[in-house]
């Protein structure tokens, strides 16, 4: 039986790349995975309950990563063994395209049953086996989608109300102080500006009092106003 499916995830490459080479988020993904434990960096053994029509079966197996290209594809390959109900074995190929800040997941599987699973008819254990290929990359996608919510920032929305709050409150209540404080150094400024002007003028009078040509000048006219008055 063969089957094909497309996903698009939120995500960048590497990051679904790292998800597919994780055992805990293949663990997470696989319908009905009992366990999944990775003995080197490309074969991993894993037990799995699984129910096709009226067979249920747990089969134990192993499951090898071949054809690695990282991190653009490679291939998962898996073999398990169910006791009386009989076996299953297949592959897939998985690639993964760049697509802006999302990836393309696309896969290619292709399975094998025998012993008692393949007498319950193709048509039966081909729709199960799309479900569960598909119930599998869904779920993946699904992780690592949310996984790369949880690492994004936090924005204003996401943020506690309590916390929104407190952060308001302190804006209403500081910077008013912060700004008062402005206003009062300029207003000292210039407060000393205006008296350094005043002492400067000052001196400038005093100077003048007693021998600025101005002063001298008025000086004198005033002695002209007295003598007429006199004469007159």
């Given at each position: 039986?063969?089957?094909?499916?497309?996903?698009?995830?939120?995500?960048?490459?590497?990051?679904?790349?790292?998800?597919?080479?994780?055992?805990?988020?293949?663990?997470a993904s696989?319908?009905?995975?009992?366990?999944?434990?990775?003995?080197?960096?490309?074969?991993?053994?894993?037990?799995?309950?699984?129910?096709?029509?009226?067979?249920?079966?747990?089969?134990?197996?192993?499951?090898?990563?071949?054809?690695?290209?990282?991190?653009?594809?490679?291939?998962?390959?898996?073999?398990?063994?169910?006791?009386?109900?009989?076996?299953?074995?297949?592959?897939?190929?998985?690639?993964?395209?760049?697509?802006?800040?999302?990836?393309?997941?696309?896969?290619?599987?292709?399975?094998?049953?025998?012993?008692?699973?393949?007498?319950?008819?193709?048509?039966?254990?081909?729709?199960?086996?799309?479900?569960?290929?598909?119930?599998?990359?869904?779920?993946?996608?699904?992780?690592?989608?949310?996984?790369?919510q949880d690492?994004?920032?936090?924005?204003?929305?996401?943020?506690?109300?309590?916390?929104?709050?407190?952060?308001?409150?302190?804006?209403?209540?500081?910077?008013?102080?912060?700004?008062?404080?402005?206003?009062?150094?300029?207003?000292?400024?210039?407060?000393?500006?205006?008296?350094?002007?005043?002492?400067?003028?000052?001196?400038?009078?005093?100077?003048?009092?007693?021998?600025?040509?101005?002063?001298?000048?008025?000086?004198?006219?005033?002695?002209?106003?007295?003598?007429?008055?006199?004469?007159?």
């Open positions: 039986m063969d089957m094909d499916g497309t996903y698009r995830i939120p995500a960048p490459r590497e990051t679904v790349w790292a998800a597919l080479n994780d055992p805990e988020v293949l663990k696989i319908p009905g995975c009992d366990s999944l434990d990775m003995s080197s960096p490309t074969e991993m053994h894993a037990a799995v309950t699984s129910k096709i029509g009226p067979v249920k079966a747990k089969f134990k197996g192993t499951v090898t990563l071949e054809n690695i290209n990282a991190p653009e594809s490679y291939t998962i390959v898996g073999e398990g063994k169910g006791g009386v109900a009989g076996f299953a074995k297949g592959s897939a190929d998985v690639s993964l395209a760049e697509d802006g800040a999302e990836t393309v997941l696309t896969y290619k599987a292709h399975a094998q049953v025998g012993g008692k699973l393949a007498q319950l008819g193709s048509r039966l254990i081909n729709s199960t086996a799309k479900k569960m290929a598909d119930d599998f990359f869904r779920s993946f996608s699904e992780k690592v989608a949310q996984s790369q690492k994004a920032p936090a924005s204003a929305d996401d943020m506690d109300a309590g916390v929104v709050e407190d952060a308001k409150r302190i804006a209403i209540e500081d910077t008013p102080a912060e700004a008062v404080k402005a206003v009062r150094e300029a207003e000292h400024a210039i407060e000393e500006k205006l008296h350094d002007a005043e002492e400067r003028l000052e001196t400038a009078a005093g100077k003048g009092a007693y021998g600025g040509p101005m002063v001298w000048g008025l000086v004198a006219l005033g002695a002209v106003i007295v003598v007429l008055a006199l004469m007159s």
